[in-house]
């Protein structure tokens, strides 16, 4: 299947491992030419070698999301080098574990300005540009919390739910510009990030990491945590033209992790 991705420019955030890294890589090996970002400068030289690897077109930006006065520089950046970003993926990090209450309001704001203002200023920055040529992609990497609330992850499982109130809204509202925005879930996927999450659990509660590791695999239907490229694959195909039909939605992609509907 030809997704029509060939010379199409994208942005992809938090680009430098896990599921950025795999992000990257799969649009990249669809022709698309890649900017990635993230702030550690050793990451992204390493996500961008193994999309030169791939025959890949990409520039590797040393970006800190909190810092909203990066943005029009970084983006001028890709403009200029690459050209106009047609695709966007809003992939960002992950705050640290905390329970909901007793958390100083300097870190939910420093946390809400990095996860979530930091998408919403860089989305609006792109947005003119993709309405010019009535054609564009807003998808947005959250997590199951936003489904089903993560114990111990409440800082996660609040700001990235305000997400996907508001990719909904920004759907609707560009819809008949060509443009589509979506928001794509993760489970349970094998990432430095999951690795973290489960030695956090662990030392919390006083058990090995195999232990728990093996208690998460249980709960996945198909047996297993996932591969950031099978989260990366989902990824490119709705960046894609094949999936100009598909805006508004919330795709799981968790091996039958949650349960709900």
């Known amino acids: 299947m030809d997704l029509g991705l060939k ?20 649009l990249a090996a669809e022709g698309a030419k890649v900017a990635v970002a993230g702030i550690g400068a050793k990451s992204i030289a390493g996500t961008e070698a193994e999309l030169a690897a791939i025959g890949g077109k990409s520039i590797g930006l040393i970006w800190d999301l909190s810092d909203l006065a990066q943005i029009d520089g970084h983006i001028s950046k890709i403009e200029h080098e690459l050209g106009p970003v047609d695709i966007l993926v809003n992939n960002t990090g ?6 909901a209450s007793g958390q100083d309001p300097a870190v939910w704001s420093r946390y809400f300005q990095a996860m979530v203002l930091s998408v919403i200023a860089i989305t ?3 947005l003119p540009n993709m309405r010019d040529r009535h054609w564009g992609r807003v998808i ?4 199951s919390g936003v489904v089903s609330p993560i114990p111990n992850l409440a800082i996660s499982n609040t700001l990235r739910l305000s997400l996907v109130g508001w ?3 920004l759907a609707r509202e560009v819809a008949k510009d060509g443009i589509t925005a979506n928001i794509i879930v993760p489970g349970r996927v094998a990432t430095d990030r999951t690795k973290f999450l489960d030695e956090a659990k662990a030392k919390r509660e006083g058990r090995s990491v195999e232990d728990v590791s093996a208690e998460s695999t249980g709960g996945i239907p198909v047996g297993r945590y996932g591969k950031p490229e099978e989260y990366g694959d989902v990824v490119a195909f709705l960046s894609s033209e094949r999936a100009a039909y598909i805006t508004g ?13």
């Open 124 to 126: 609006d920055r792109v």
């Open 167 to 169: 990719s909904k809204t």
């Open 7 to 26: 010379d199409k420019t994208a942005l992809v955030l938090a680009g430098g491992g896990g599921l950025g890294r795999a992000i990257a890589k799969a």
């Open 94 to 99: 992950g705050p640290p574990p905390t329970p």
């Open 249 to 261: 939605s919330v795709i799981r992609v968790d091996g039958g992790l949650i349960a709900g509907i």
């Open 140 to 143: 947005t990497s959250t997590s």
